[in-house]
């Protein structure tokens, strides 16, 4: 059965004002459309834990640092809607740019610290609209629990310290990345790959898996990432924004994997950027 499909925030309200008047959980899954299994991965999990679901599809222009990449941002509702159907989800919002920011809109929600470097450094300004928008969309919901995919583990990280220090009576739960056949994870800027470009995205991964077995054999990481950096430019990708250990928590840069950590990287490949993080598992 299709979803309600409501595109502005009253309705959105009225809708969720049984729900909490029931006592009922409402779990969130903040999306920009263009669903792949990745998005329906934490739908699931929604589903499964919570009485109602919500799904949210905003293309949200104050993340982009660049207006090309904007105007590319595939944008599939009708597909999206579709896919969402055997969720049987209690309503998709869609609200557009000026339900979401209407004229005079004036406050951004900016976290410090864990924004301060990787995509905060690569991407200026991505991470404030990214809290800008989570914030209102856990406000307009009234959700209980919210969704997002470790595949973006430094936004999962950054939108957890947010809702914390703001006081947003939210949990936020983080939900594995889910990963084609060929290892390459699941992103909605793969349909922007070409056929060529898409046989090449896998090494990226199977690069870093390289470097994070490597370090845990006791190899060093410098010179386990100075050889993935040359072997992925033999393969075609182009700048490499990160390929950086970092604390699972803070975080901060790491030589060894002295505490929980992961593998991060951005990489281009054929005009698209692609980004990546792996556990480094001691
Ligand atoms: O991860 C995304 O798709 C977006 O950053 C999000 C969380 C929906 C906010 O626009």
Known sequence: MSAPI??????????TADWKRAGETIGVVPTMGALHDGHLSLVAAARKSCDRVIVTIFVNPKQFNNPDDLKSYPRTEHDDAKKLERFEVDAIFVP?????????????????????????????GHFAGVTTVVAKLFLQTSATDAFFGEKDFQQLQVVRRMAHDLDIPVTV????????????????????LSDRARTLAPRLHEEMER?????????????????????????????????????????CLLKTPERPARLFAAAWLAGVRLIDNIAVEV
């Open 211 to 251: 470097i994070v077995e490597g370090v845990l054999k006791g190899g060093d990481f410098e010179g386990l990432r100075t050889e993935a950096l040359t072997r992925l430019q033999k393969n075609g990708f182009g700048d490499v924004d990160y390929l950086e250990m970092r604390a699972n928590d803070d975080l």
């Open 173 to 192: 739960h983080g939900c594995p990345t889910i990963r084609e056949i060929d290892g390459l994870a699941m992103s909605s800027r793969n349909l922007m």
């Open 96 to 124: 557009d740019g000026d339900e979401m920011y209407p004229d005079g809109f004036s406050t951004t929600v900016t976290v410090t610290g864990l924004t301060d470097v990787m995509d905060g450094v690569h991407r200026p």
């Open 6 to 15: 409501l595109r502005g925030v009253a309705d959105l309200r009225a809708r």
